[in-house]
């Protein structure tokens, strides 16, 4: 800082962990040195965590979630990192509710929430229409989600839309107990998740079409949804 004279903060890049450890840690980073302090809420003001092309698979993502959140009557959007700069993040505690989309936004909800009482919900309102008419189908069968936490809660939530359903979610990536069911996992192996799908006794699995690669004995169904962290692939909408 005293070279450059810019502020700088400082994120330690092992290459040991995955991408999203590195993405929690700089949006916390990023409001601990930068959010402003205020005691001004901004009605109808909303920010969102989380929001990065690897966790919603959609370049575009930022405006499909800004439209969504107007739609539901807010009238400022601060998408974090994705549509918005530092001057958002500076005016951080003026939100009047934010919005966590990846589990990698979740530290700095509870951040926010602490200091400056922001309250924050998690979701990912990316769904199309047509895909949720789909998982709204599958009630009463066994069903395997593969995506992030946030992202296979919000699928989940619609499959039982449509009635009860046996649902489980698993991730390769960061998975938090706060939004996690009982019966949920991590995956680290292509073997350990081959041999869970096909030992598992699942009807259905959700994920990145890439996956089937590795279930060359599943005789299931199989729902595509894009997962740019797994295939490098985004959704064509």
Known sequence: EKRCKLPVITIECTGTQLYDVGEEETYLQLFERF?????????????????????????????????????????????????????????????????????????????????????????????????????????????????????????????RTGGPADVTAATWFLQDESVKEPSDFCLSTEKQFAETVCQGGYEVVIGDQKLTRALREYKGSFIHIPHFAVSGECADD
Request: with cysteine; glycine share 10%.
């Open 35 to 159: 959010a402003e302090d205020t005691s001004a809420v901004v009605p109808g003001r909303v920010g969102v965590i989380g929001a990065t092309p690897l966790d919603l698979s959609h370049i575009n993502a930022d405006q499909k979630i800004r439209e969504h959140l107007l739609k539901e009557g807010y009238r400022e959007v601060f998408c974090y990192g994705m549509g918005s700069g530092l001057d958002a993040v500076k005016a951080a505690g003026s939100a009047e509710k934010n919005l966590v989309v990846s589990p990698a936004g979740l530290k700095a909800a509870e951040y926010l929430k602490k200091r400056f009482g922001t309250p924050y919900r998690t979701g990912y309102p990316l769904l199309t229409e047509d895909f949720k008419e789909t998982l709204h189908g599958l009630s009463g069968k066994k069903i395997l989600i593969v995506h992030q936490q946030i992202a296979a809660n919000e699928i989940r939530k619609e499959i």
